[in-house]
Every structure is written in C-alpha cells, then in structure tokens.
C-alpha cells in the first residue's frame, strides 16, 4: 500500500469497470477509503445491477484496503446526496469526488430521439452535478477543503454522430471550470480528466488510435489530482488529457481577434463587409478534415481494391463518427477487412462487399430501430425465396430451416415496431459474421501469393 492519498477519502461514481473501477483500485492502493459508486448499467444504460460495485469493495478489501459500495443512479439528486452520505457515515469526511460514470447512445442529430438525448445528458452531465453539489457543500465547511474532478472527453470539440455525448462533455468542462471559481475561496479544487484508453465503451467496435492507454494510466493521474502535491501547484480549473505516455493540458477559452466599429452602430451591411476580412472564424479541425474525406469519396479517386478498402474506411471513420483521431478508424476497420475478404480480393468483390457492411453499418446512425425493423421483413422474404430454391435443390432439411427461420423473422417484424436498440448496434457484426461465415468456403488467396517480389515490378 502507498501513502500518496493517506487518510483521505475519495468517493468514485461509475467504479464498477474500466477507467472508475481502475480508479477506485488506484486511491485504495495509495492509501485512501473509498465510496465505490456503480449503478451497473450497460453501456447503453440499462439492465441495473450492485454487484458490480461489491465486487470491486470485495478486491480493494483483498488487498487491505477500506471501502464501501453505493449502488445509487447518480442521475438523480438522491442519488448523488447518498454517495456523500455514506462517505460522512463510514469515515466522518469527503476529501475528493470523481465522477467517471457515463453511458452512451449514438445517433445523428437529426435521428435522435428524446430518449436518446436525456439519459446521456443525465448520466453524464447531470450525474457529475447531483455528486458536485453535494460533495461541495460539505467540502467548503470541512477543514482541508476538498477536491472534484469531472470526466470529459476530446468529444467536447464536437462529433457527428454523437451530439448528445458531446454537448455533455462540453457541459462538464464549463461545470469543471464554475466550481473552480467558485469554491477557490474555500479550498476546494476542480478539474478535468479526458482519457484515451482502452474500455467497455472504447472496445465496443474495434479501434485503431496511434495514442492510446489503459485505464491504470488515467488512474495515475486523478491519484494525483486528488493529492495534496496538486493543491500546493494550485492546479483547479484545468482539461488534462491523458493517453498513454502522453499528458496535455487543454487551452482554457479565450477571444482570438476582434473588431470594433467606428462612428455608425453595426449594421447587418456593415458586418457582412468588416467580419469576413477582420475578426475572421477560427476553422474546426474536425470538419476540414470531414470536408476533405467526403470531396474524395465524391471524386472517387484510388479506384483500386486496395485504395477503395482505404478509402471507404477512412470516409466511414470520419464521416459516420464523431471520435476521428489521427491514426483511427473510428470503429469501422472491420468493414474494410471483412469487405476484402468477402470480395475474394477482387475490386467487384471489394466493392460489393464495403457496400453491403456499409449499409448495415450506416443503419443504426440514420435510421436506427426502425430501419432495422424494417430490415426483418426483407430478411424474411429472402429466406422464402431461398426456400423454394432449396427445395428445388432437394435440400429438404435446408428448407426446413430457413422456413421456420423466415416464419420467425415475420412473426418478430408483425408483433413489434421496433427492435432494441442492442440490437441496432450489433447488426452491422452480426450481418459481418453470417456472410462471412456463409462464404468463407469460397475464399481463395490471392494471385501472387507466395511469388517473390523485386523492386519496380507491378508498377
């Protein structure tokens, strides 16, 4: 056991997994006692469950460490008033709060449903609030002060398919920053942390990030946030990212250029002429680059299988998502692969193939349950059709099969509007699988495999 948090204690929301549960470990192992704070939600927010918070209790005590679970949904006042009333009734003080807990529901903008905008707001941005508030309350009396450190992410800028998730990380920064000027007068601190590492809800697609970290590596630096070593920097109001071995710190918010008017008040006119030229835009980064991806898609340019595989998954990456770093797929690299290889190699192939896991993947970002609902009673025509043709095969058993399978799917699509949204989510996987798993006895290699390259040639 360390001594970097000796004698203090630390309350966790979203300890259950990942980055909160490595965070919770963290503050044991250094020496504090711990509210484990998980609502043991998926990653869509929902199916509850306190064990997840227990077991994480169960490993800080093996290791001779203290700590209590809370299993309370902090998206509620209650919820987050309990997390600190248990820290007051366990240890008799609250020293630091982190607020890690967070769901996600990804959607455009113009798909995404009330449903799909609250709760993400509430876990994320009301979540971090309900613990704030009442964590600070008790901070701002108690002797020693007391430190909150909120969870935003590089999302903050600004996504594509994810406004409600990024609306709420920007909400916390700007929350992150008020109570640092507002509780600097009673010693209390505050600040942010937006991680890149690997988790539940950065490993539900695949990623390719060229920085990246795990979660023990967040955790080092929020045990140092909450330590007294960070109140003698006097570091409050602050956006750290960590990713690896990388650490940055964010710029805070601050005017670029301006100009004034002079004699007349500004006109609509006037503006028109004087802002292009004078106080200008500042250009977002991320929509140049969604900007230069969509014109090459348009132009068509690299038309070869291996430029087309390129291509098309780095349009998807960018333009299908918001979370585009350098050195990403965004999550739909496995379109790419599995495009390729159901194309047996060949551009025809390659094409047909990035369509049809395209447009699957595509389904649950513009259109969501409905479209896919919408997509069993095809499947289930299909199947009937393949049922004829089985049976005209005299591949009775086959029939058989595809017929109950295809009374399934029809009888699913009568009695539902719409399909889970786990469900949306999956469905460009599980088209994948099946399709590769259906033809995967008609893939050959390559024509060259295995001839010996020399420089120049194939050029």
């Not at 991320?286 to 038309?303: D, H, I, K, N, T």
Request: charged fraction near 20%.
């Amino acid at each position: 056991m360390g001594n970097f948090l000796a004698g203090k204690v630390v309350a966790v929301t979203g300890a259950g997994r990942g980055i909160g549960r490595a965070v919770a470990l963290a503050a044991a192992a250094e020496g504090a006692r711990v509210v484990v704070n998980d609502y043991g939600v998926s990653v869509e927010g929902s199916e509850p469950t306190s064990e997840i918070a227990r077991s994480v209790v169960k490993e800080i005590e093996a290791a001779g460490g203290q700590a209590v679970a809370v299993a309370d949904d902090i998206s509620t006042m209650a919820g987050g008033q309990r997390i600190v009333d248990t820290a007051l009734a366990e240890y008799g003080r609250l020293d630091g709060v982190v607020c890690v807990a967070g769901i996600l529901r990804e959607r455009m903008l113009f798909n995404m449903s009330e449903e799909e905008w609250d709760p993400v707001l509430a876990t994320h941005l009301k979540g971090t609030f309900t613990v704030f508030r009442a964590a600070s309350a008790v901070m701002r009396k108690q002797e020693g002060g007391g430190t909150l450190i909120g969870f935003t992410s590089g999302n903050h800028q600004g996504s594509v398919s994810q406004a409600n998730y990024s609306a709420a990380k920007g909400g916390i920064i700007s929350l992150v920053r008020s109570a640092a000027l507002g509780l600097h007068r009673y010693g209390v601190t505050a600040n942010a942390v937006a991680p890149v590492a690997r988790t539940r809800m950065s490993a539900g697609v695949p990623m390719e990030l060229s920085e990246i970290g795990e979660p023990e590596d967040v955790a080092a630096l929020v045990v140092y946030l909450l330590s007294e070593r960070a109140r003698e920097e006097r570091i409050t109001g602050q956006v750290y990212t960590i990713a690896g071995p990388k650490i940055a710190v964010w710029a805070q918010p601050r005017e670029l250029r301006a100009g004034y008017a002079e004699g007349a008040p500004w006109t609509p006119e006037r503006i028109a002429e004087f802002l292009p030229g004078t106080v200008g835009t500042d250009p977002m980064p991320m929509l140049a680059r969604v900007e230069e991806m969509a014109a090459a898609a348009r132009a068509g340019s690299r038309p070869n299988a291996g430029g087309l595989a390129g291509l098309g998954g780095a349009f998807l990456a960018i333009v299908a998502t918001g979370i585009y770093q350098e050195g990403q797929t965004g999550g739909r690299g496995y379109i790419g692969l599995a495009a390729m290889i159901f194309g047996n190699w060949m551009p025809g192939g390659m094409a047909l193939g990035a369509g049809l896991f395209g447009f699957t993947d595509s389904l649950k970002l513009r259109g969501g349950a409905e479209n896919v609902h919408a997509m069993l009673l095809l499947l289930a025509i299909l199947l009937v059709i393949a049922v004829f043709w089985q049976l005209y095969k005299k591949k009775y058993v086959a029939a058989v099969i595809s017929a109950a399978v295809s009374a399934l799917l029809f009888t699913w699509y009568l009695l539902t509007d719409q399909v889970p949204s786990q469900f949306v989510d999956a469905a460009p996987y599980v088209t994948t699988l099946l399709v590769l798993s259906l033809s995967a006895q008609r893939l050959r290699m390559p024509k060259a495999d295995g001839v010996p390259y020399r420089k120049g040639e194939g050029k």
